[in-house]
């Protein structure tokens, strides 16, 4: 296929494999094979000190946290300065990991339909030790097997040119709150349908269709996952109106979902050019500073020789952890994990417009952002940290997504972060939906878009945070539970 | 006017326009009034050297040079380290200017035709002292009046929201080679056909087919209006073929350029995303490091009081000069300017496939470049600093646009770089087209694009450099010379 017709193609097969409930087995199947590859392997987890971190050390010139080989990444401090939000300045411990790793799906069609093959992969701070990963997620010292471990499978097809067709390569952001600048690439590549591979025990095709049924559960789907799908765009089809009857009469969030995502730009309230103008004005009005300063010069942090944290307990500690996973390319470790502060709210207010669903979507400085703006979910924060719990204290829509109605509520699981650096930390990731005749007061920082508007600026590296991307992959797909494939 | 419906209009005004050889006066009367007011003003400039520059000094711990008040720009060293090009390292001075500042033309429609309001301004820099520049085009520095002088005329259309419909609101890269990091808005802003304004002695109205006929001479807009001009798109339109027939059947390069900016998907190459994931490649394979150090500790650099030079002549040399402009907000000043090596050239190879003109785009690492790679033109380099000439030295594609036969020549100007930080820096911008059947071998960080496929990269920041963005601007436009507006 020439890369001129790729994209007639992608569209068309990104939505029969969204529309497919069931795809080389069934979901329950899935499940089944799922708790058994869960159960054959042999993990452990335990929570050890810092200071007695195998291959790792704390600095005594700095009191970082760094491997001894250099590489993988570093826990290190920085100053932040910003004049957006609440507090103006402040001193955090962040991670720093320079290295642009792949998170990737390899596709397939199969009998017709578009197939990803996901992993039953361990990571040591997920809260069910297994979850859903994408095909493969190394990050550039698994690359050059720096720990000594073997290549992970199939990255061949994501660094071979030619041996497999890229359909998405992206540079997306991760947590700026937690990390420095990191981006991975997000990756879908596919081989020929008539290819035959060799599959791995903790591997298996799923559809698009069976990924959002998954995402309808908590802590299934792992984060890595979730960004990846959030690529997955349906606008070269045409409008909604186009596509005819889709069995989803019965699902109407699911139906307006997709009509979101293929909108034409004249049915969307805010012209494409104009949120552009918009996320200008907001990089240009935001401004943040960051400067490198050695963890232990930050005086709200503190480092007893077992973790690393704030003298009031708040925001994340830092934690060691040994590790054992029969199925790894190294079979133990030990290294350091975050510890998030528990209760995070990831947030979505919807509303429709000219019938169409827009999201509300927030301009907003994180203090590891690349380029100082991202955009993010309506709401994103965890209100333990918020201890005034007045106006000033509390971000915009805090009150209406906490006590909304449950009528408005059209998604609510528990999700978790990366499991490779963060320890049990999942968070309520909720999507509202509120009445068309509400008038809601927006700050200027906040925008309406539809899911087309968003997808078309994931296209792009750092436009939209992780969250927020996370967030829309959990998005009910028109094809949630038919059975019209 | 909703901004739903503001794609719509925007570009059929834009190509409406664009057909515009006239407006509301002929493109003679522009040039005569030029000439007039280029004479009705006093304008001086004499080299001074750095170490008498008034308001500037060379910090002595440091040798950085830099305004009195901290604030306009500083001169400062960086150390850069990227394996994209045949030199791993060097060190060099480059200018930091971290504000922010406005390129912006007001526009209006006038008898049903988009008009630009342009400004004959002076610049220190500028080989012939005035040019045809944006209508504000402005540091955060003259937003504030650090220098005491009066506010910009007209700077209230861009700041102060609702005195004008947003239309374009971009941030855009300068020069990698001499800026760190620096970016500036591209604004166009729009005031109501019936709302009747001032215009200064210094501004004039001025349709975009004007300011294309004014782009085939020598020197006449300079880059601020050409980077602002890349921001122009006719996406919207659909496909050149349902434009209909414009006039210009004697000018096939002209409608080619039309063709090719209004291009659909499949006729294009290479499919956007692809061109997208090539660039994330580009992004990942090409590492830039750069590290700002003292400029005094720069080894080949030499400063004698008088300028700060290559000891072997090489590249760019930081001089000072004294302007006097009875014209501009502050009537006279001092300040340092760059002086680069003559003969700079600026070009595009382009060529039609699938019946559509392609333009070969550059991955390109430039030191000062916020996010490492950006994309170029073609060819951009200087031969007098490439002194060994053979292969190992030259970068690709350089035989081919030196020695290009005249026939292949669709575009060939002198354009200067930007006179309020750049000495008499005048590049040749040129835009070759070889034959349909010609293959040319194309190293991996080159790819064939669409002007539509640029500019869509062109919304986005980063993206396309100044030199890409500037010469895309210089391409004739189909209405050259037609009068059927």
Redesign the interface.
């Known amino acids: 296929m020439s890369?001129?017709?790729?994209?007639?193609w992608?569209e068309i097969a990104f939505l029969r494999s969204a529309l497919a409930p069931a795809g080389v087995g069934t979901t329950d199947e899935f499940l089944d094979w799922f708790a058994a590859r869960s159960a054959a392997n042999n993990f452990e987890v335990q929570r050890v000190p810092i200071s007695s971190l195998e291959g790792w050390r704390v600095e005594p010139q700095t009191g970082n946290v760094v491997h001894e080989s250099g590489r993988f990444f570093r826990i290190e401090g920085i100053d932040v300065a910003t004049n957006f939000g609440p507090t103006p300045a402040w001193s955090q411990p962040i991670i720093n990991q320079p290295e642009?790793g792949i998170l990737g799906f390899l596709a397939q069609e199969i009998d017709g339909v578009l197939h990803f093959l996901v992993q039953a992969k361990m990571e040591p701070g997920n809260i069910n030790l297994v979850q859903v990963s994408p095909t493969v997620q190394a990050t550039h010292s698994n690359f050059t097997q720096v720990h000594g471990g073997s290549r992970p499978p199939y990255l061949e097809y994501f660094l071979d040119a030619g041996r497999a067709q890229?359909?998405?390569?992206?540079?997306q952001s991760e947590q700026g709150a937690r990390f420095l600048k990191k981006r991975n690439?997000n990756m879908i590549v596919r081989i020929p349908s008539d290819e035959s591979i060799r599959i791995g025990d903790d591997f298996l095709w799923l559809t698009l269709g069976q990924l959002a049924q998954l995402l309808q559960r908590d802590n299934v789907v792992n984060m890595d996952t979730r960004t990846v799908l959030s690529s997955v765009r349906f606008a070269g089809l045409g409008s909604r109106e186009s596509l005819g009857p889709l069995d989803a009469a019965d699902q109407p969030f699911a139906e307006a979902v997709l009509g979101s995502a293929t909108a034409d730009?004249?049915?969307?309230?805010?012209?494409?050019?104009?949120a552009?103008?918009w996320f200008?004005?907001m990089?240009?009005e935001f401004k943040l500073e960051t400067r490198s300063v050695p963890l232990q010069s930050l005086d709200a942090w503190e480092y007893d020789g077992q973790t690393i944290h704030h003298r009031d307990g708040h925001y994340f500690t830092v934690i060691g952890v040994s590790a054992v996973a029969s199925n790894r390319e190294v079979g133990s470790w030990q290294q350091p994990l975050i510890e998030s502060a528990k209760g995070g709210i990831i947030a979505f207010i919807c509303q429709r417009h000219?019938g169409i669903l827009h999201f509300l979507v927030q301009a907003r400085v994180e203090p590891g952002n690349?380029?100082g703006v991202e955009m993010a979910p309506t709401l994103q924060c965890t209100p333990s940290n918020h201890e005034r719990r007045d106006a000033s204290d509390l971000p915009p829509f805090f009150n209406e997504v906490m006590s909304a109605p449950p009528e408005q509520i059209r998604y609510d699981s528990l999700q978790s972060e990366e499991g490779g650096r963060f320890y049990h930390d999942q968070n309520r990731y909720l999507v509202l939906e509120i009445d068309e005749q509400d008038r809601l007061e927006i700050p200027a920082n906040y925008l309406w878009m539809t899911i087309r508007q968003l997808k078309e600026f994931i296209?792009?590296?750092n436009?939209l945070n992780i969250e927020a991307r996370g967030l829309i992959s959990c998005l009910p797909l028109a094809a949630l539970g038919s059975t019209s494939a």
Do not use: E, G
């Open positions: 890369s001129a017709n790729l994209h007639k992608r642009i890229i359909v998405v390569d992206q540079l690439r730009s004249d049915k969307a309230l805010n012209d494409f050019d104009s552009v103008s200008t004005r990089r240009v000219n690349f380029d296209r792009f590296n436009l």
